[in-house]
């Protein structure tokens, strides 16, 4: 008998074979609340909460050992976020400052595991709500603050409390858009939406004002566009290839333009200028320490200090108190410098690895909340030419950018099961 094929009942019912997926198990609430937790102390730069942290590091490193059969899997399977911080670790060798660069690099280490025990235990819904909760309690936390906003608010900078304000909102919006969330959290997260907006615009910060409204968009466009048009047939594969088409054309007729302006006119309208800020100068003074140890650069730990003339440079020029650790505001530079080459191969690595992952988690499920995860690794990859956040350990934009590579591998993983058996009925 050939089970393929539908075998025919009556003129109006036939059976059929279906394929059976599974998912994993939701996590408790309990275990959701301690996430909830560790987001929000690394959401939020508090005083005293680093024994919380090291609690909370403690409590995934024990859920890796009581559930190393569904953990361990989604370890290896993620190998490319751990070559980096490998390499990291072992550069205490050759780092000037060994003691901190073995402590940098058990962080490092440490924050792709805590990000894969999550997507182990939880699903990609559960992890965007708990990451959410973190944002609200932050904004909420910041109120008082209000007029410190342009000078960072809780943070040390604007930008940074600009750009977590930013990611507050999304992971708000796309609750209140997303038709799958229970109502009362989406009622919960409705007023975040334009606080957040407002929050960020008082910090003052230009670029994120503009990831704002291209994440406003994007979120809007999949939700009443994207996911809409998903009935007819190969309509979204048309669409993606003739974007792309106009994409191609419209950069050869730019580049093709004989000294055009848009560069400089794109910088001043996102508040930025042809030296970035005064980036620039610091991106010269990496080059030059990247060129005296090209390979495998200064390790970890080895240059923001307090005896390394040219750290101290930097900051004199920059008007910083002696011994500040600053960054280079560019997370390729960050790497070159501490890691050389050999590092910053493994950085493209990671980058690229987890931006197919997300983009490819997306083209095979365009919910809202892979949509969420695909437009906020757009801006985080966009953030490393001018910030270096993504090179920290334990920050919210570490945590989604991995988070989209790593989620279908765990709790959201879909398993087949088995064929069964089901009824076809025609319908007029």
């Excluded at 909830?36 to 690394?42: H, S």
């Excluded at 983009?359 to 365009?366: F, G, Q, V």
């Excluded at 989209?404 to 765990?410: F, K, M, P, S, Y």
Aim: proline residues 4%; hydrophobic residues 50%.
């Amino acid at each position: 008998m050939n089970m393929v094929q539908p075998i025919q009942v009556n003129d109006k019912q036939a059976l059929e074979f279906a394929n059976l997926y599974s998912t994993g198990s939701k996590a408790p609430v309990w275990e959701q609340a301690l996430v909830t937790l560790w987001f929000f102390v690394t959401y939020l730069p508090l005083d005293g909460v680093t024994p919380i942290r090291y609690m909370l590091v403690l409590f995934f490193v024990g859920i890796t050992g009581i559930y190393y059969r569904t953990i361990v899997p989604v370890i290896l399977k993620s190998w490319p976020l751990f070559l980096l911080p490998i390499f990291g670790l072992l550069s205490f060798t050759w780092s000037g400052y060994p003691s901190d660069a073995i402590r940098s690099g058990v962080l490092m280490l440490l924050t792709p595991l805590t990000i894969v025990v999550i997507a182990a235990r939880l699903n990609t819904r559960q992890a965007l709500r708990c990451l959410m909760f973190a944002g609200m309690i932050t904004t909420i936390y910041s109120v008082p603050l209000m007029d410190t906003f342009i000078f960072g608010g809780p943070y040390e900078s604007k930008n940074l409390f600009a750009i977590q304000m930013l990611f507050a909102m999304l992971l708000s919006l796309v609750t209140v858009l997303n038709e799958k969330e229970f109502l009362w959290i989406r009622l919960l997260a409705l007023p975040f939406v334009p606080v957040c907006f407002v929050f960020q615009y008082m910090a003052d910060s230009a670029t994120s004002l503009v990831f704002a409204v291209v994440g406003i968009l994007g979120l809007v466009g999949m939700k009443f566009f994207w996911i809409s048009i998903s009935r007819i047939r190969h309509l979204r594969s048309s669409m993606m290839m003739l974007a792309g088409v106009i994409v191609l054309i419209t950069a050869i007729i730019i580049l093709n333009m004989p000294e055009n302006t848009m560069m400089q006119d794109f910088l001043r309208l996102v508040g930025r200028d042809s030296t970035f800020s005064g980036r620039a100068e610091i991106w010269r003074q990496a080059e030059l320490v990247s060129q005296e140890h090209p390979f495998i650069g200064v390790g970890l730990e080895g240059f923001w200090q307090y005896d390394v003339g040219m750290a101290q440079t930097i900051n004199e020029n920059d008007f910083k108190p002696f011994g500040t650790k600053l960054t280079f505001h560019n997370a390729y530079w960050e790497v070159r410098v501490h890691l050389g080459y050999i590092g910053l191969s493994l950085f493209l690595l990671l980058l690229a690895w987890c931006f197919y992952r997300a983009l490819l988690n997306w083209l095979k499920a365009p919910t809202m909340d892979h949509s969420a995860l695909l437009i906020t690794s757009v801006i985080i990859l966009s953030s490393t030419f001018t910030e270096s956040y993504i090179w920290s350990t334990f920050n919210t934009l570490v945590n989604l950018y991995y988070f989209a590579a790593v989620t279908t591998l765990g709790a959201s993983e879909r398993k087949f099961e088995r064929r069964v058996p089901v009824i076809r009925r025609e319908t007029v």
